[in-house]
Structure formats: structure tokens, C-alpha cells
Nanobody
């Protein structure tokens, strides 16, 4: 079992930046990939970005070039650096790990982009 703890959300003005963190504990050696998802009020949860064990990354089109997913293996932490934030990025952001024993979600962190 892998446990996840997210942090780094908050209120930011349009054009600003935030860095989200997703710290993993437990059976971290079973992690094959980590993804970030988000859910805006009244909308379905959507995929944002993924980093796999090889280090390869992928992004949804609307965040490509603005968001960067990365990881620090020494800290068992995956980050989502979000630049040039837009009001439509407002959502609760969740990290999810895909493991050999199943998937686990974090509790979510609120990101609000507003002037």
C-alpha cells in the first residue's frame, strides 16, 4: 500500500505560479507511474500529467508548456510546477500512483486562480 500526501495549493493571481508536491510513503518500490489529476466544481475529474518510472512525462494539451511534472527519488516526492496559471486551472488537484498492487489517490489540494 502506498500513502500520498499533497501540498502546495493556494490562491494565486492569473499569470502566477505554484508548485504542488505529492509525497509517497509505504511500498514505494511498487510505484510504476504517478499522475496529477484535477477536478473543478461541477466537472468530472480530468488527467493533467504523468511521469512514469523511466522518467518519461506526458501532459494534457491545455497545460503543455505551462506545467512541468518532475520527481525527487531521494524524497519520494513528485512535483507539479504550474506557471502562467489561468482561471480555468482552478480545481482541486489530486495525485495518483499506479502500482503493481493497485492504485492510490491523495486527498487533494485546492488551487484557485483569481484576481
Amino acid at each position: 500500500q502506498v500513502r500520498l500526501e499533497e501540498s502546495g495549493g493556494g490562491l494565486v493571481q492569473p499569470g502566477g505560479s505554484l508548485r504542488l508536491s505529492c509525497a509517497a510513503s509505504g511500498n514505494i518500490f511498487s510505484i510504476k507511474a504517478t499522475g496529477w489529476f484535477r477536478q473543478a466544481p461541477g466537472k468530472q475529474r480530468e488527467w493533467v500529467a504523468t511521469i512514469i518510472s523511466s522518467g518519461s512525462t506526458s501532459y494534457r494539451d491545455s497545460v503543455q508548456g505551462r506545467f512541468t511534472i518532475s520527481r525527487d527519488n531521494a524524497k519520494n516526492t513528485v512535483y507539479l510546477q504550474m506557471n502562467n496559471l489561468k482561471p480555468e486551472d482552478t480545481a482541486v488537484y489530486y495525485c495518483k500512483v499506479f502500482t503493481t498492487g493497485g492504485d492510490s489517490w491523495g486527498q487533494g489540494t485546492q488551487v484557485t486562480v483569481s484576481s
